[in-house]
């Protein structure tokens, strides 16, 4: 690893441990040349390729970025943290990951996006489900959010990525 500092390429790990979710592994290092710390980040790389098969039969392969490029779309301004963002997509997945081995439909995403932006915002929420859902009239949006207030946020054994600082 060539430090961010020196340039020099000699370094020693001296910690390394995977991160919350464990799909990237996080060394602390330290520059022998110059003794200076940082850090690196390592993704461990699947070794099959997930293809997403689309609603019209086409398959693409998987990327997280598309995941994360509509839960942005989805919350607009809303005040959510880019690594919320980024750890709510990582999260999908890495389920994707451990329950589908080739192929998963993009429904199925959609629906765990879904499923995940409701415990980090509500409105982002409803925009990304009027999306998905294909909701095209105020009573299939009043719907849905009938359904959401009917239902707790957060059942037992799940928690929110996002809580917001009290005013």
């Not at 809303?78 to 999260?91: C, F, S, T, V």
């Amino acid at each position: 690893m060539i430090c961010p500092f020196c340039n020099a390429n000699d370094d020693k790990v001296i910690d390394s441990r995977p991160t919350e979710g464990g799909a990237v592994i996080r060394r602390r290092r330290v520059c022998q040349k110059c003794d200076r710390r940082f850090s690196t980040y390592e993704r461990v790389e699947q070794a099959s390729r997930l293809m997403v098969v689309k609603k019209d039969g086409a398959r693409v392969p998987f990327s997280t970025e598309n995941i994360v490029r509509g839960v942005s779309n989805a919350c607009g301004k809303r005040p959510i943290p880019e690594d919320i963002k980024r750890q709510l997509a990582e999260q999908v997945e890495e389920e994707l990951h451990a329950e589908f081995e080739r192929e998963v439909p993009s429904d199925t995403i959609g629906e765990r996006v879904m499923a995940k932006l409701r415990h980090v915002d509500k409105i982002a929420y409803i925009r990304f489900a009027t999306e998905h859902l294909q909701l095209s009239t105020l009573e299939e949006i009043q719907r849905e959010l009938d359904d959401l207030s009917a239902r707790p946020s957060e059942g037992p054994g799940q928690k929110s990525l996002f809580t917001r600082p009290e005013a």
